[in-house]
């Protein structure tokens, strides 16, 4: 949805610690640029952004990780102004807040709750239109 979204404009970069997560994402082809890296090494995810987007931080973070202490990854990885959703249970929403104070970064913090109005046929579109997804899907899921 994200790489529908942009309209052809800007880069979509991927993060993840899991080799069979990446390889996956390189498989669909909807990313531009893919890097292993543990999301608790806040330093080591904002230095892997900056290389794969020549130096440029994001505009929007989604922080999905299962585990906590990724907070600082991904504030040091969105631009002054920028948005991060935070859309894990494992998140720690005070940490959030002091680490962005405590590195003077403006950000907007969103929680991501799960439900979007119209998610479930925006989903089934999204499977519908793109084939190598749906077959990813299928794989894992049925």
Do not use: W
């Amino acid at each position: 949805q994200a790489r529908e979204a942009m309209g052809g404009r800007g880069q979509l970069v991927a993060l993840d610690i899991s080799a069979p997560a990446l390889e996956a994402l390189r498989s669909l082809d909807l990313c531009d640029a893919h890097r292993a890296v543990d999301a608790t090494r806040a330093v080591d995810v904002l230095e892997a952004v900056r290389e794969l987007t020549q130096g440029a931080l994001a505009d929007l973070v989604v922080n999905c990780a299962s585990v906590p202490a990724t907070e600082m990854g991904s504030i040091l990885s969105v631009r002054e102004g920028g948005t991060v959703i935070f859309f894990s249970m494992a998140t720690s929403f005070t940490a959030a807040a002091l680490g962005a104070e405590g590195v003077g970064k403006d950000v907007t913090m969103l929680i991501g709750n799960g439900y979007v109005p119209g998610h479930a046929e925006l989903t089934l579109g999204l499977l519908r239109r793109n084939a190598p997804l749906r077959a990813l899907f299928e794989k894992k899921y049925v």
